[in-house]
């Protein structure tokens, strides 16, 4: 069975923005009814099922209830209830179907539109993040709340939280810049799969650890290095901070690794499109994988499993965080006092070719 279509998919089709389909999808104002019924059309014709707008459209309600799984209970369908209002999703990156929080984002909306609220997403251009400068779409007076997805700016993340608005961010900027924000944050559990590969990967001999990525650039990136930092430490192996990349950054990727005098054992990467970066420094090398140095990654993206070797990583599971993210937000909205929570969702390691040792394949 394929994929599920996406709204990114239909965006691509159409050759339009995401959050024009998005609109769509959800009965959201700002559209002529033309470009809206071109995008159901279109959405209809690829197989999309995650309508969100039930309150609005009566006639699609009774299908897709039936024939999809929600998180909420049937009598979240009130074909006469009012629209709750706009939940706002702020991104500083484009959202393609290879990125994590595609697929989380396909099915929070499913899940928040059963409430009775639509969502637009708006992007965040750089020039606009220096210039901490709301997307000119954007209306905080018209949202119910807001959502934000890579928004890693400090000073810009703070200007979000002092609108005033029920807010969350799904993973968010350091704490180590001025402690956590004032606001409800969902992450994935980035922690207990990386040190469960690390104390196997020590107990196979494979003790020089480097890691690859700006563990500055978010929390979420800052905690993997820090699990990789923790195991060896409780395992009694020095770690080498001459193995680590501390870059996301191609160029910078293949400078450093070609300009390693050693090569670590493993490279843990703080995401799959890092790892791949990493693959290819190593290639250009002359060295291979898993046959030099094991590779890990994180996200599991469509790329980890096409990749040769295929790419051992931690898979996040996109649809609790959905779930979860709409009960952050809902209970905000119902509850604006209560203290602020910091959820992390379960992950799972998935080991592929890319850490197979010799052993493993000696001993099989």
């Known amino acids: 069975?394929?994929?599920?279509?996406?709204?990114?998919?239909?965006?691509?089709?159409?050759?339009?923005?995401?959050?024009?389909?998005?609109?769509?999808?959800?009965?959201?104002?700002?559209l002529a009814d033309a470009t809206r019924e071109r995008i159901l059309k279109k959405a209809v014709e690829m197989g999309y099922k995650q309508f969100s707008y039930f309150t609005a459209r009566p006639d699609l309600r009774p299908a897709f209830a039936e024939s999809e799984s929600s998180a909420f209970p049937p009598e979240a369908y009130r074909a006469d209830e009012a629209k709750a209002g706009e939940i706002a999703v702020l991104t500083a990156k484009r959202l393609d179907y290879?990125?994590?929080?595609?697929?989380?984002?396909?099915?929070?909306?499913?899940?928040i539109g059963r409430?009775?609220?639509?969502?637009?997403?708006?992007?965040?251009?750089?020039?606009?993040?220096?210039?901490l400068a709301l997307p000119p779409a954007f209306h905080p007076e018209q949202a119910a709340a807001v959502v934000c997805i890579e928004v890693f700016a400090r000073r810009y993340a703070e200007m979000v939280c002092a609108?005033?608005?029920?807010?969350?961010f799904i993973d968010g900027p350091t704490f180590f810049h001025g402690g956590a924000l004032p606001t409800d944050q969902l992450y994935m559990e980035n922690t207990t799969e990386i040190s469960?590969?690390?104390?196997?990967?020590?107990?196979?001999?494979k003790k020089r650890m480097g890691f690859v990525g700006d563990y500055a650039h978010c929390e979420s990136f800052l905690e993997r290095y820090l699990s990789l930092r923790t195991a060896l430490m409780f395992s009694g192996v020095p770690f080498e901070e001459g193995f680590c990349v501390k870059s996301n950054d191609r160029q910078t990727i293949f400078r450093q690794i070609q300009a390693m005098p050693i090569l670590p054992d493993v490279f843990l990467c703080a995401n799959d499109f890092l790892a791949i970066d990493t693959l290819d420094a190593l290639r250009e090398l002359g060295k291979t994988v898993p046959g030099h140095v094991l590779l890990c990654g994180f996200d599991d993206s469509p790329e980890s499993r096409r990749m040769m070797p295929p790419l051992t990583t931690v898979h996040i599971h996109t649809e609790i965080m959905a779930f979860s993210a709409v009960q952050l937000l809902t209970t905000r909205i119902r509850e604006p006092n209560l203290d602020y929570r910091i959820v992390h969702t379960q992950t799972d390691l998935i080991r592929r070719e890319s850490t197979r040792c010799q052993r493993e394949e000696s001993d099989g």
Do not use: C
């Not at 697929?103 to 899940?111: G, H, I, N, P």
């Not at 609108?163 to 969350?168: E, I, V």
């Not at 469960?196 to 001999?205: A, P, T």
């Open 196 to 205: 469960r590969l690390v104390h196997e990967l020590i107990q196979q001999g």
């Open 98 to 111: 290879s990125h994590f929080a595609s697929s989380m984002l396909d099915r929070f909306q499913q899940e």
């Open 115 to 131: 409430l009775g609220y639509s969502v637009g997403v708006y992007e965040i251009p750089p020039e606009q993040l220096t210039a």
């Open 1 to 30: 069975m394929g994929r599920k279509v996406t709204i990114q998919d239909i965006a691509e089709e159409l050759g339009i923005s995401r959050n024009t389909v998005s609109k769509a999808i959800n009965n959201a104002p700002g």
């Open 163 to 168: 609108l005033g608005l029920p807010t969350l």
